[in-house]
Every structure is written in C-alpha cells, then in structure tokens.
C-alpha cells in the first residue's frame, strides 16, 4: 500500500522504515526538512504539507499520525478535513487520550474521513521487533488497513479492540501497568544493590530472564542497562511521564477501580523529579518535633561568583 506518515521522530521515522522494508510506499512529513530529507535517503517520498502529502496518495488515501497528543493532533486532523475526501482514512498513532478520539472522528467523519485511534507500543525497538498496535474506531478502515498493521507489527500483534477510543483506551492502560512493573523492578533491584553480599546486579537480572516468574522484556532491558553501567551512576534520578499514566489514574477515579500500585508508581516519578523536598523536610521536622529524633541540618548553597 502507500500511505503517508506525519510526523517522524523516534517511532515515526522507524516506522517509516519497517513499512518501506515489507514492501509499502511511504509519503513522508514531519515539520523538520531534515528529519523528510533522512527518510526520502532511505527511499520515502518526500512531501512539504498536509495538501501535498495527500496529492501524493491515491483512494482511499491513508494517513497515520505520529504526532504529539493533544493541539498537534488537532491541528493535523483539521489539515486533513480539509485535504483529504470521502472514504479516505486518517490514523492517530500517538500516545493521545481516549476521550478526544469521538470528537476528531466527528469532525472527519462530517467529511466521510474515517478515523481510527491506533495504540503503538514498541518504542526505539519496533523497527527490529515489530510493534504491538490496538486499534479503536471504524472497523471497516481496520481492514482496509490490515496490510499496513500486518508489516508494523509482529505476529498476532495488532487488533480491533471497539468503537472511537477503544484503541487509545487500552494503550493507556497498558501505559499504566508499565508505570507499575517498572516502579517494582526499581525497587527490587534497589533493593538488591544494598545486599550484604557482592552481587552482580547484570547477573541477576539476565538469570531471572531464564524460567522465572519475573522474566521480561523489561527485566532484558535492565540487563543491558546495567551491562552499561553498573551502577547506573551515568544516570540522574529524574523520571519524566509522558501522560498516559496520569490518565490511567484518572480513569480510575472516575470508575472507582482501585489502582493503587499503579498511582504510587506515578507519584513515585513526581518525587524523581524534587530536590531537597519540602515534604521530606516536614517529615523529618515532624520526627524531630514528636520523639526528638535526630535531623541533619542542611549545608548552605555556596554563593556563585
């Protein structure tokens, strides 16, 4: 098939890649010239807008976003509202949230744009290992699509999962439970770094990979982590969050469904990101206060210049 692919950052351009491998035609956009100039080298066909993009598909034309959630997609979708026709296919690929799916299918499907929201998981890896993809909206755009998702992803590794957000929905979660099992490997192996015996931390992780009941892709990845560096002490503390797992909390709110170990694992990456934490030092004033526990008192910043 040919289709265009907006948006070409880590996932978008390997993408890009794994489609030209199986055999598809890819017409590639992103708002950096570099980012299209390095996927047309490897055999993409270049394009400059949303309109040129689509004169350069035939019916009906596919377009998957790779874009950030929120306002890019939106502006994306009201781009292709404009440029594309009856029966063509719009593909949201990002980590959007589940909620803005009905109202973007609205607003192409007033056009007879059909839409449909693709959860993509896989990350940098993807282009080796394939991606998993779950797909919400109109059911009869999945299967014109299907040559498109059978090169994406590995075997069995993409299905219909229902109605406008249904894609985005189960991504989310499955962002959320990430949150969780990674927050418990942190903590396992902080654990396990503190032991009273010589341990290989690599060691571990890649014999626990070989029958056991933690075994991961996840656990593989600490391996190679910690083959890098032992001690992980190239590494700043700091976690970011890319949204979802807020999301997945927030969800849980609102359908009372108890997540606890997913939502500390969200707070547990906000207090990644606090230095000399103003919560920590009321616990310890708070200790001090009650039992007389002892404090350590904290050493003046030196003054610069």
Avoid at 186 to 213: M, Q
């Amino acid at each position: 098939m040919r289709l265009a692919m907006v948006g070409l950052g880590k996932m978008g351009l390997n993408m890009t890649r794994r489609l030209m491998r199986g055999g598809h035609e890819v017409v590639a956009l992103d708002r950096s010239p570099a980012a299209v100039d390095a996927a047309a080298r490897e055999g993409a066909i270049p394009a400059a807008s949303i309109p040129d993009a689509a004169a350069k598909l035939s019916p009906p034309r596919v377009v998957w976003l790779m874009v950030p959630a929120g306002a890019p997609v939106d502006e994306n979708v009201a781009l292709l509202a404009g440029s594309l026709s009856s029966g063509d296919i719009v593909i949201d690929g990002g980590n959007s949230l589940y909620k803005d799916a009905p109202p973007r299918a609205e607003r192409l499907g007033a056009k007879g744009i059909r839409f449909l929201d693709a959860g993509t998981s896989g990350g940098i890896w993807g282009l080796a290992e394939g991606y998993c993809l779950m797909l919400g909206g109109d059911a009869e755009a999945y299967r014109t699509i299907s040559p498109i998702l059978t090169t994406l992803a590995p075997p069995d590794g993409h299905a219909y999962m229902g109605p406008h957000g249904a894609g985005h929905f189960v991504k989310m979660v499955h962002n959320g439970i990430e949150y969780g099992m990674m927050q418990s490997y942190a903590e396992g192996f902080d654990l396990l770094s503190s032991a009273p015996y010589p341990l290989d931390l690599r060691a571990v992780a890649s014999l626990w990979n070989r029958g056991s009941v933690v075994r991961s892709w996840l656990l593989e990845l600490a391996e190679r982590a910690l083959e890098k560096d032992p001690k992980l002490s190239s590494l700043s503390p700091y976690v970011e969050d890319s949204g979802e797992g807020r999301w997945t909390v927030e969800r849980s709110i609102e359908a009372g469904v108890p997540l606890p170990s997913i939502a500390l694992s969200l707070y547990m990456r906000f207090f990644s990101r606090q230095e000399n934490s103003f919560a920590m030092r009321m616990l310890a004033a708070l200790r001090n206060e009650f039992g007389g526990h002892a404090v350590k008192t904290a050493t003046p910043e030196r003054k610069k210049g």
